[in-house]
């Protein structure tokens, strides 16, 4: 199973920029996904997530701003990012759980990360 984001860059503050993240392979069904970020010097937090009924989580600093949404029949997840803030720079991760043709049970696979730049 791979994950391929897209869609980082270098957006000014107040701006948007809209991510997206393939999984592709032996997969059966996807449970969570979700989308991470690592800013330097920091660890990786947790941005979104969004479960196969839909249901959405948000951290805190991105709520109100950014829209995390899936569409199952192309097994991808994206991240609408509005009202860009320079604390909003990091790599960005996007994130899956799941099983495998012919598994019992839901491994959890990452991307690559894709980075997202915000100016002041």
């Known amino acids: 199973v791979q994950l391929q984001a897209s869609g980082g860059g270098l957006v000014q503050s107040g701006g948007s920029l809209r991510l997206s993240c393939v999984a592709s392979?032996?997969?059966?069904?996807?449970?969570?996904m979700g989308w991470y970020r690592q800013a330097p010097g920091k660890e990786r937090e947790v941005v979104a997530r969004?479960?196969?009924?839909?249901?959405?989580t948000y951290a805190g600093s991105v709520k109100g701003r950014f829209t995390i949404s899936r569409d199952d029949a192309k097994n991808t997840v994206y991240l609408q990012m509005n009202s860009l803030e320079p604390e909003d720079t990091a790599v960005y991760y996007c994130?899956?759980?799941?099983?495998?043709?012919?598994?019992?049970?839901?491994?959890?696979?990452w991307g690559q990360g894709t980075l997202v730049t915000v100016s002041s």
């Open positions: 994130n899956a759980d799941v099983e495998q043709l012919g598994s019992n049970y839901y491994d959890d696979f």
């Open positions: 392979g032996n997969i059966f069904s996807i449970n969570y």
């Open positions: 969004i479960s196969n009924s839909g249901r959405t």
